[in-house]
């Protein structure tokens, strides 16, 4: 059996892809940023997205909507909505974002 591995996922030291998995269909990394940052600017795109936070506080803005979330809390969202994450607390913020597409 095939598989890919792949060590330049940000956040992820090694990500195996077994065979047969479709990699445009779903992505994961892992972003941390400190006090009153953003890994970048709210934006939008295809696909649903999950925000899973493993340590830290931040705030996930949804079109209107913001949801503060903390140490293992989630939102998911609809990726054509203007939407993004800040650390809106005193330590790093980490955290996973999931895509589906």
Avoid: W
């Amino acid at each position: 059996m095939a598989e890919t591995i792949r060590t330049d996922i940000k956040g992820i030291d090694r990500f195996v892809f077994e065979e047969g998995t479709d990699r445009g269909k779903l992505s994961l990394h892992i972003s941390e940023v400190g006090p009153g940052q953003r890994a970048h600017p709210p934006h939008t795109h295809d696909g649903q997205e999950i925000f899973y936070v493993f340590s830290g506080e931040g705030e996930v803005l949804f079109g209107e909507q913001t949801h503060k979330v903390k140490d293992n809390e989630a939102v998911h969202v609809d990726c054509r909505v203007l939407h993004g994450i800040t650390n809106v607390g005193e330590t790093p913020l980490r955290y996973a974002v999931i895509i589906a597409k």
